[in-house]
């Protein structure tokens, strides 16, 4: 990946990209978008941002247990298998690639998006 290179994979500066939704996620126009600005807030270490597009009916109350997670994990690369949306509702099944302790593994989610006050929201995993 080149130096200012977006992690989630499009190829496009990441300022141009996921860094832009990170600042004001009413940029994300598709679920995908805002999938892929969540896996480079992961990278990225971007807890405030995994948790401010995460809906707040579904939110986790215990950020400490993703951040101690996210923290261990080297995020290595994302592949998008299927994305769509259906009105005000979305679902992205991807796989990301990264390495904890010396291993590689795979974090395979299918996710739901919800659109609600002018944006997208992650509501939950149905995998």
Known sequence: MKKNQCPCGSMLAAKQCCSA????????????QLMRARYSAHATGDLDFILKSWHPSTRPADADA???WNDSCAWLALNVAQSHKLGTKGVVE??????????????????????EKGRWWYLDRSD
């Open 21 to 32: 939704i990170h600042l004001n996620p009413k940029l994300a126009r598709h679920p995908e």
């Open 66 to 68: 993703i951040k101690t």
């Open 94 to 115: 991807f796989v990301a690639l990264y390495r904890q302790s010396g291993q590689l593994k795979q974090h395979h989610e299918v996710a739901n998006f919800r659109f």
